[in-house]
């Protein structure tokens, strides 16, 4: 049996086999917090989209650290999280197998946002879905909702609620919405019922869900990187320069017998696009849409009192202006911008001393993420660099209309004054 010059651990681990191509573009939540019956009902989850990430400045509270009361400047995510609509409510009930579905209450009224995610093509389909049930539910004037709600508080231990994104609200073109069930927490089953049914038809915003300084679940799908050999995919060490046949490869991928290659040896494949779930984000801001009063100044702070939304200069890349609510995470976050991201309440209790950190901002960056960015506003970057080439123009072209405009109207003057009578030659 050969042996080895020296020992060091294996390349990658083998916690996330297989690695293979997600089936949902989208986020799946695989288990909610448990459930605490003493606490009033509330919703355990949300789902946003990912608009790019920018940097921050504050000051770290932590007692015992060489930074403690001092700067730190960190990464973080920015979220864009528009209100989601409530349009269903599911009762579940629990077997030997699992949760199983018992029944489910759909709302009257359907946008075509979410009227789309039943299709396949939405131009070249007869758009019927919903139609009539809507129908049913008018004629029996809600009878049959009121009798799924009364089976689903005999029977039903878990209750969720079907929310649908607008992502109309959003910069970029995607018309179909994102669907997604939320559990509901806290209370006895037919308060849950109660809660859910008072929020059908209606607008859920993100902080009615999360709070600042708050730590949650990220469920999202990493960037996908396509086909890729041993070295990108494990990390395994190339060969040297003269090996024969190639050096970006596994020397050797198993001994003669067993006669097969063990899955444990790395092999090329699939890179990117897996689910994956990050835990612990803390959310350093809870921001309202720019379009309100209260979202004006986004980007400002106690320390950076410079009036600013959160948009860098020029939007986001590849994402565009952000004029809705969004949130504000620590640290990165799986897959690129515009892909849906799904935020869940934290399954583990936080009782760290980094989970209870209180977070004060002194300052967020809004320069220009497609360069080396030097200014934080439009602002003052004209007046630092003073009026540009086309805003002369502009401003010479306005004079000269104007100028042109006066002497018309002098002229038009001249002609309406009264000609004088000529003198009569003796």
């Excluded at 390349?11 to 297989?18: A, D, E, I, K």
């Excluded at 932590?62 to 864009?80: D, F, N, Y």
């Amino acid at each position: 049996m050969s042996h080895r010059k020296f020992e060091r651990p294996r390349h990658g681990s083998l916690g996330f086999l297989p690695k293979k191509r997600a089936r949902r573009h989208q986020g799946r939540i695989r288990s909610f917090p448990r459930d605490d019956k003493s606490k009033k009902p509330h919703l355990t989850a949300f789902l946003g989209y990912k608009a790019g990430m920018t940097h921050i400045i504050r000051d770290l509270d932590k007692p015992g650290s060489k930074q403690h009361r001092k700067e730190v400047l960190e990464a973080v995510t920015i979220l864009a999280v528009p209100p989601m609509i409530v349009v269903g409510i599911v009762g579940y009930v629990e077997t030997p197998r699992g949760l199983r579905a018992l029944t489910s209450v759909w709302s009257s009224h359907l946008s075509n946002d979410v009227r789309r995610r039943f299709y396949k093509k939405w131009y070249h389909s007869r758009k019927k879905a919903f139609t009539q049930y809507a129908k049913k539910v008018a004629q029996d004037k809600g009878a049959s909702i009121e009798k799924s709600l009364r089976r689903m508080a005999k029977y039903s231990s878990v209750i969720r609620i079907i929310a649908h994104t607008q992502p109309s609200k959003l910069p970029f073109g995607q018309k179909k919405a994102n669907v997604l069930e939320i559990q509901v927490n806290g209370g006895t089953v037919p308060q849950k019922i109660q809660f859910a049914k008072s929020l059908l038809e209606k607008a859920i915003p993100a902080d009615t869900i999360f709070a600042q300084d708050e730590q949650i679940d990220i469920c999202s799908v990493t960037k996908g990187k396509g086909f890729q050999g041993v070295v990108k995919r494990w990390g395994v060490t190339k060969l040297p320069r003269k090996t024969h046949k190639g050096l970006r490869k596994v020397a050797c991928i198993g001994a003669w017998h067993p006669s097969r290659v063990s899955y444990a040896v790395a092999r090329a494949g699939q890179k990117g696009y897996h689910h994956r779930t990050e835990q612990h984000k803390k959310i350093y801001r809870l921001g309202k849409s720019n379009l309100t009063a209260a979202g004006k100044n986004s980007g400002s702070t106690e320390f950076d009192i410079t009036d600013k939304d959160i948009n860098p200069m020029g939007g986001f890349v590849g994402f565009g202006l952000l004029k809705e609510d969004f949130i504000m995470v620590k640290g990165s976050i799986g897959g690129p911008r515009k892909r849906p991201i799904t935020l869940r309440k934290t399954i583990i209790p936080q009782t760290t001393r980094n989970a209870l950190e209180k977070v004060s901002l002194k300052f967020i960056d809004t320069s220009s993420k497609k360069g080396h960015g030097r200014f934080q506003t439009s602002e003052e970057k004209r007046k630092f660099m003073g009026p540009v080439k086309k805003e002369l123009i502009k401003a010479a072209k306005k004079a000269a209309k104007e100028a042109a405009k006066a002497g018309s109207s002098a002229s038009s003057e001249k002609k309406k004054e009264p000609k004088k009578p000529k003198a009569s030659a003796k």
